[in-house]
């Protein structure tokens, strides 16, 4: 089975940076795709960055504008610059077995991080 993992949330000041870690733990030789995912109080589940075969990373709107995220090797990293009191959500890590996004059995969810953005 896939494992994920998330770290690095925490409480900052408005205007701060802050930096996430995913990991994911599997079999050697596994294919897969990872992206970041939040989750706002009472609101719905948004996309911020998902990775493609290629490659590629697809952000959500607005977010490439502040965050940027980045893998190496089976960790996906999310820089998280400029941070605003709307920003405070659980952020979580994704794993989606087959690099499609389409596939709601192929997810893997972490357990998700805090991040509180205080004004």
Known sequence: AVRVEESGGGSVQAGESLRLSCSAFEYPGSHYCMGWFRQRPGKEREEVARMYSTGDVIYGNPFSRRFTASLSRNTLSLQ??????DDTAIYYCAL?????WKESSEYVWGQGTQVTVSS
């Open 80 to 85: 998280m610059d400029s941070l605003e009191p």
């Open 96 to 100: 989606h077995k087959i690099c499609t």
